[in-house]
C-alpha cells in the first residue's frame, strides 16, 4: 500500500515538475523583454494589443517600449486578430489599448460616417466612442488601404485611379482580406460604381495579397500604404479620387480607465514624432530587413527622444 | 537559409520570444492534459459499468473529434463567458478533445481486467473507491499511458492553431513567419513543438514505468509497437480534432 | 440563441452557391483530403506491411512516424509555402500527406503484427511463399486495423484541412477564417457543423468499406471487427 501511494506521488511530482516548469514561466513578467506573451495582466499592468499585419505589430511594440518608459508594467498581445475582436478585447478588459487608424476605426464605429478629411474625421470619431473607450491624439502618420495593380494591368487598362478602374471592375477579381467584402463592397459600388467579378479573400496586406498579384490570380489587390510590397513589386496604386478610404491618421484607441496621465503623456509624444515617411521606413527595417520589431521600436524612440 | 537562422537566433529578443511563447506552448498543453484525463476517469468508467451509457458517451466523444479546433477555441467564450483573449479558452477546449480521446482507452482497460483481480480485492474487504483507485487504476496504467502520450502529442500540436485566435504559443512563430515571408520563426517554432513533445513524452514514460513496476521493460516480450496500435485505432492512431 | 442563428446561416441558400459558396469550399475541401490521404496511403501502407511482415527497421520506422505526428501541421504549411511557393496546393497537400502517414502506418503496421504468429507459421507449413502469405493471410486479417488506420487519418485530415485556408486557399477553413476575422459567430459554428457533418459521412463511408472488405470468417470470429475502430 505505501508502496503503491509512494510511486503514485514520485509520478504525480515528474508530471508536476513537467507542469510547473511550464507554468513558472509564465509569471516571469520580465517588462525589458518584447515579444508576445500571454501572461495573465495583474492590476495596474497596460495590456497593448495589435492586429495581425506588420505594421500594426510595430506599432503597437512602439507604444509598448515609450509606456514602459513611464515605468508602467506593460505587456503585449500580438496578432489578435482583426479590429472586431480587439475591440471585444478592449471591451472585456483584456486589452488596454491598441495603434487604430481612425478613418476605419470610425467606419467601424458609425457605418453612416461620410467624414473623409483628417480632422474631420477625428472629431466624428471622437463623439462615437463608445463608453470607456477613448482615442489620444492622433499622428500625422497615415496608412491607408489602397487598390493597387501591376504595371502591365494598368497600361493595358489605361488605369490610374479607381475611376479608370470603376467600369471595368466586372473584367477584374480583387484580392483583399476576409473583412474587406462587409467593410466595402457596397461603398465602392456606390462611389465608383465597381462591382468586381470576384472577391477572393487573400490576407491582410500580406504575402498571400503579394502573390496572387503577382502570380495573376487576382488582377487588383487591396494594399496599405505604407506597405513595402507596393514598392518592391513595382505595382501601381490608384488614387482614390472620390475618397471612399477615408484619412487613416494612426491613434491610440483604449480604455480611459486603463491610461494614466503619464501614458497618455508619451503615446502623445510618440504620435507626434510620428510621421507616413517615417513609419513607411520602419515597416519597411521590418517586412524588408526582417528586423525583429522591438529593436526598431527602440530605436525609433531613441531617435525620438522618447523615454 | 542557415544564415538567417543565426541571423534571427543571434537577436536577444527573437530568443526571450521563442522562450516565452514555448513555456506558454507547454502550458496550454499540459494542463488540459492532467484536466481532460481526471475528466476522462468518470466518464470512462461509467462507460464500462453501464451500456447505455458506453454507446452514447463514445459516439459523442467520436462526434466531438471531428469539430476543428479553432471552431472551438471561438465558440466558447460566447458560451463560457469567458474574456475573447483569454488562453482559458484554448485551455477548456483542448481538455474536451483529450477526455474525449481518453474516454475509450479508460473504458477499454477497465473492460480488460481480470475479473479474477477484482474479485479477489472484494473478497479481502477492499471498498468500491478503494478498489477503483488502487487496484483498477494501476492495473489500467498502460493502457491510459498510450492513450495519454498520443493526447499530449496531439495537444501540442493544436495549441499552436490557437495563434490564428491570437493565443497560440509557438504557433505566433508561424503566423509571424509566414506574414513577414521570413524562414527562421517558423523553423524554429517546428524544432521547438517537436523537442516538446519529445520531452513530454519521455516524461510520460518514465511516469508510466514508476507506476507499473511489475511490467518487463523493454526486451522479452516487448515488441516495438506505435504509440496507440491495439488501443482504439480511430480515436488513438489519430489525434483529436485536427488542426483548424 | 446562436444555435438558432447557426442553423439559419445553415439554411440560407445564398451560403451554399457561388463562387465562394459551401458546396465549391466542400468540394475542394474533398480534394484536398481525398488526395493527402491517398498519397500519405501510398507510402504508409506499403511500408507498414513491409515493417510488419518482415520485422526488420521496425524501431526506425515506428520511431520516425511517431516523431512525424508530432509535426505541428500549421508550422509545417507555412514553411512548403514559403518554400515551394505561396498559393500552391503542393504545401498544402505535402502538410496534409504527413498529417496522416503515421495513423495509416501505425494500422497497416499493428494489423500485420496482429496475426497470430501460429497462422503465419501454419500458412509456411502448408507451403505458402512469404509473398503469398502477406497477401492470402496476412494482409486481408489485417484489415480491421488497416482501415482503421486510414480512418483515422481521414477525420485528422478532414478536421486540419481547415488550415489551408489561412495561406490562402481554399476549402471549409475559408468561411471559418472569414467568419473568425468579422466575428460572424454562426459562420464560424456553421463552417465547423459542416467540417463534421463531411467527417462524419467520410467515416461511415470508410466504416462500410471496412464491413465489406473484411473477410466474413474474420467477421464472425472475431467480436470486435468493423466497430474495432
Redesign the interface.
Known amino acids: 500500500m505505501t508502496r503503491t501511494w509512494s510511486r503514485l506521488v514520485s509520478a504525480l511530482a515528474i508530471a508536476a515538475l513537467g507542469v510547473g516548469l511550464a507554468g513558472c514561466g509564465s509569471d516571469d513578467d520580465d517588462p525589458l523583454t518584447g515579444g508576445g506573451t500571454s501572461a495573465p495582466a495583474s492590476a495596474g499592468t497596460i495590456v497593448v494589443g495589435s492586429a495581425d499585419f506588420t505594421e500594426n505589430v510595430l506599432l503597437a511594440e512602439i507604444y509598448a517600449a515609450a509606456l514602459r518608459g513611464t515605468g508602467a508594467n506593460v505587456t503585449i498581445k500580438p496578432r489578435v486578430g482583426t479590429r472586431e475582436t480587439l475591440v471585444k478585447g478592449l471591451q472585456d478588459k483584456s486589452l488596454s489599448v491598441v495603434p487604430e487608424y481612425s478613418g476605419n476605426l470610425l467606419a467601424y464605429l458609425d457605418k453612416t460616417a461620410t467624414e473623409t478629411a483628417p480632422d474631420e474625421v477625428y472629431d466624428a470619431l471622437k463623439s462615437k466612442l463608445p463608453d470607456g473607450l477613448t482615442v489620444l491624439q492622433q499622428s500625422s502618420a497615415e496608412d491607408s488601404d489602397v487598390l493597387v495593380v501591376t504595371q502591365q494591368t494598368a497600361q493595358q487598362n489605361n488605369l490610374t485611379t479607381v475611376e479608370d478602374l470603376g467600369p471595368k471592375c466586372g473584367e477584374f477579381v480583387l484580392g483583399a482580406a476576409g473583412e474587406w467584402k462587409q467593410r466595402w463592397e457596397a461603398k465602392i459600388k456606390e462611389l465608383y460604381g465597381c462591382t468586381f467579378k470576384e472577391i477572393r479573400t487573400t490576407d491582410a496586406g500580406g504575402p498571400v495579397t503579394v502573390e496572387a498579384l503577382k502570380g495573376g490570380q487576382v488582377q487588383v489587390a487591396n494594399l496599405f500604404t505604407t506597405a513595402s510590397a507596393v514598392t518592391e513589386n513595382n505595382f501601381v496604386q490608384l488614387k482614390d479620387t472620390k475618397r471612399m478610404y477615408p484619412a487613416q491618421n494612426v491613434v491610440p484607441f483604449g480604455r480611459a480607465d486603463a491610461l494614466t496621465d503619464a501614458a497618455r503623456a508619451v503615446l502623445d509624444k510618440v504620435s507626434a514624432a510620428l510621421n507616413t515617411q517615417r513609419l513607411t521606413e520602419l515597416v519597411a527595417r521590418v517586412e524588408v530587413d526582417k528586423e525583429n520589431a522591438a529593436d526598431v521600436a527602440a530605436d525609433f524612440l531613441r531617435e525620438a527622444g522618447i523615454g | 537559409m542557415i544564415d538567417?537562422l543565426i541571423?534571427?537566433l543571434g537577436?536577444p529578443?527573437?530568443r526571450?520570444?521563442v522562450?516565452?511563447?514555448?513555456?506558454?506552448h507547454?502550458?496550454l498543453s499540459?494542463?488540459p492534459l492532467?484536466l481532460g484525463l481526471l475528466a476522462a476517469l468518470p466518464v470512462g468508467w461509467a462507460a464500462h459499468r453501464f451500456r447505455v451509457a458506453r454507446a452514447l458517451v463514445l459516439g459523442a466523444s467520436n462526434?466531438l473529434?471531428?469539430?476543428?479546433?479553432?471552431?472551438?477555441f471561438?465558440?466558447l467564450p460566447?458560451?463560457l463567458g469567458t474574456?475573447?483573449?483569454?488562453?482559458l479558452n484554448v485551455v477548456v477546449a483542448l481538455a474536451l478533445y483529450t477526455a474525449a480521446l481518453l474516454v475509450r482507452p479508460v473504458a477499454d482497460a477497465l473492460d480488460a481486467l481480470p475479473a479474477h483481480v477484482l474479485a479477489a480485492a472484494t473478497a479481502v474487504g477492499y471498498r468500491p473507491l478503494r478498489r477503483f483507485l488502487?487496484v483498477e487504476l494501476?492495473l489500467a496504467v498502460p493502457v491510459l499511458a498510450a492513450g495519454v502520450r498520443?493526447a499530449s502529442?496531439?495537444n501540442?500540436?493544436l495549441v499552436?492553431?490557437g495563434?490564428?485566435?491570437?493565443?497560440g504559443g509557438?504557433?505566433?512563430?508561424?503566423?509571424?513567419?509566414?506574414?513577414?515571408?521570413?524562414?527562421p520563426p517558423?523553423?524554429v517554432?517546428?524544432v521547438f513543438?517537436?523537442a516538446l513533445?519529445?520531452?513530454?513524452d519521455l516524461?510520460l514514460v518514465?511516469?508510466?514505468r514508476?507506476?507499473t513496476?511489475w511490467l518487463p521493460r523493454r526486451g522479452r516480450g516487448q515488441?516495438?509497437?506505435?504509440?496507440?496500435?491495439?488501443v482504439?485505432?480511430?480515436?488513438?492512431?489519430?489525434?483529436a480534432?485536427?488542426?483548424? | 440563441m446562436i444555435f438558432s442563428s447557426v442553423v439559419e446561416w445553415l439554411a440560407d441558400p445564398a451560403n451554399w452557391t457561388g463562387t465562394g459558396g459551401l458546396l465549391r469550399r466542400i468540394a475542394e475541401h474533398l480534394r484536398y483530403t481525398v488526395v493527402a490521404v491517398l498519397g500519405a496511403a501510398a507510402f504508409a501502407v506499403p511500408l507498414g506491411l513491409a515493417v510488419g511482415h518482415t520485422g526488420r527497421g521496425a524501431t526506425v520506422v515506428v520511431g520516425a512516424a511517431n516523431a512525424m505526428r508530432a509535426l505541428p501541421t500549421l508550422g509545417v504549411i507555412t514553411l512548403l509555402s514559403l518554400q515551394l511557393g505561396i498559393l500552391e496546393v503542393g504545401p498544402v497537400l505535402l502538410g496534409l500527406g504527413i498529417l496522416a502517414v503515421p495513423p495509416i502506418l501505425a494500422g497497416a503496421y499493428a494489423g500485420v503484427q496482429s496475426v497470430d504468429p501460429a497462422v503465419v507459421d501454419a500458412a509456411a507449413g502448408v507451403g505458402m511463399t512469404s509473398w503469398q502469405r502477406l497477401w492470402r493471410v496476412e494482409v486481408p486479417i489485417a484489415m480491421p486495423l488497416l482501415l482503421g488506420g486510414l480512418r483515422g487519418a481521414v477525420l485528422q485530415v478532414v478536421a486540419t484541412a481547415t488550415v489551408a485556408a489561412y495561406v490562402g486557399l481554399g476549402g471549409l477553413g475559408r468561411p471559418l477564417l472569414d467568419g473568425l476575422r468579422v466575428t460572424d459567430y454562426p459562420q464560424v459554428a456553421g463552417a465547423a457543423v459542416v467540417v463534421a457533418g463531411l467527417a462524419l459521412l467520410l467515416d461511415l463511408g470508410l466504416a462500410a468499406v471496412q464491413r465489406s472488405l473484411v473477410p466474413r470468417g474474420l467477421r464472425l470470429a472475431s467480436r470486435t471487427v468493423g466497430g474495432a475502430a
Request: no cysteine; proline share 6%; aromatic share 4%.
Open positions: 538567417d541571423d534571427y537577436n529578443r527573437n526571450e520570444t522562450r516565452e511563447l514555448l513555456l506558454v507547454a502550458r499540459l494542463v492532467v462526434v473529434y471531428t469539430v476543428p479546433s479553432l471552431a472551438l471561438v465558440i460566447p458560451v474574456k475573447i483573449l483569454d488562453e488502487t494501476p498520443v502529442v496531439s501540442i500540436s499552436s492553431v495563434a490564428l485566435i491570437g493565443v509557438l504557433g505566433q512563430l508561424f503566423t509571424e513567419g509566414f506574414q513577414s515571408a521570413y524562414n517558423i523553423v517554432g517546428i513543438t517537436l513533445a519529445l520531452v513530454v516524461l518514465a511516469a508510466r514508476l507506476l513496476p515488441r516495438v509497437r506505435p504509440l496507440p496500435a491495439g482504439d485505432v480511430r480515436g488513438a492512431t489519430g489525434s480534432g485536427g488542426a483548424a
